[in-house]
């Protein structure tokens, strides 16, 4: 007799997993209809982009303070997020297109009991994500940008709140670092596989 109970469950998980799915899919198209582009004050700062928390996650290098001297350059994790029609354009083209917008948002590591800074968890010792911690964004626009290599560096705060607006940055701030290292114009693609499988070969990236 308890055989047949457990396929009920099992078909009645199904049914609550794919209405799960249903939903979500549902919700995607919603949030993905309209390319989410980017928006500036009358003076020209760059608003703090929207909705970038639902956009298409690619990656989270992490840099602690406690590795990095008790003072990182850029703490913790960075969670870097792409806004979704910029990366369906680049899934079918292999390049970015202009209007994209990357979005890192730093996130401290819980403050952990070991004198590393990680913590034990169920999962093992490590770093586990904690409080958020500002953001930096960058904004592909060939023309705004010439001088920055066609990208526009811009930081939110190292704190939070994030900021409302923010200046766009100089070159020897940001965007000299991108342009001496990161593998696919200017954006760190070898950190990122879901977006390095998809990048044109190196060199044709149209500059
Ligand atoms: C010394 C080198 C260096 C400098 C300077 C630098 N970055 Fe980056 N940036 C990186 C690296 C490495 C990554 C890859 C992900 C990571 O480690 O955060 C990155 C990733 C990013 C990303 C995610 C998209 C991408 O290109 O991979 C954004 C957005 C970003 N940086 C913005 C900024 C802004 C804004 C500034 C200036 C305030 C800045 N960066 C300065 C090294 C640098």
Redesign the pocket.
Known sequence: MRIPLLIASAVFSAFIMTSAFAQASKDNTTLTTKRYLPEYTKSGDLILPKGYAEWVFV?A?V?PNSLNGGKA??PEF?N?YIEPLSYAIFKKTGKFPEGTI???ELQLVTKGQHPDGSSTEPSGRGFFPGKLNGA???VKDSKRYADTGG?G???FNHHEPKAATAKV?PKE??????I???KFD????Q??PLLDKQALPQGAAGK
């Open positions: 990656g290098p840099t350059p850029f960075h870097v990357f979005f890192k930096d964004v960058t990208w560096y811009y930081n940055l701030q940001c965007a000299y670092c991108h001496a290292s990161a200017d954006v760190w693609t950190f990122y």
